[in-house]
């Protein structure tokens, strides 16, 4: 069984700083492209990045330059640093990854996996 993680959420003012984290658990052979998401109160999902394996990374149009992905395969966690935050930012976080896991029943091919969600308020 695979399982993600995230955490690093928070209440942050308007220019501050936060770094979610997005851990990765279980039977795991090989994690690809790993992305964040995000879902604010009555919108709908909205993507923000993603990085693949060989820590390529792309964003959302609107969000270069304040906001980072990165990985830590040693780790199997997947970081973004936001910076700048702006009350519009405020939304419930997610990450997603398709992973392929190892053992009896898994896909040959991996699938996606997605986690819980962190909450991040940025207000004063």
């Known amino acids: 069984q695979v399982q993600l993680v995230e955490s690093g959420g928070g209440l942050v003012q308007p220019g501050g700083s936060l770094r979610l984290a997005c851990a990765a658990s279980?039977?795991?052979?090989?994690?690809?492209?790993m992305g964040w998401y995000r879902q604010a109160p009555g919108k709908q999902r909205e993507w923000v990045g993603i990085i693949d394996s060989t820590a390529n990374t792309n964003y959302a149009e609107s969000l270069k330059g304040r906001f980072t992905i990165s990985r830590d395969d040693a780790m199997n966690t997947m970081y973004l640093q936001m910076n700048s935050l702006k009350p519009e930012d405020t939304a419930l976080y997610y990450c997603?990854?398709?992973?392929?896991?190892?053992?009896?029943?898994?896909?040959?091919?991996?699938?996606?996996?997605w986690g819980q969600g962190t909450q991040v308020t940025v207000s004063s």
């Open positions: 997603n990854a398709h992973i392929v896991c190892s053992g009896y029943g898994c896909p040959l091919r991996g699938k996606d996996y």
């Open positions: 279980g039977s795991i052979f090989r994690i690809d492209t």
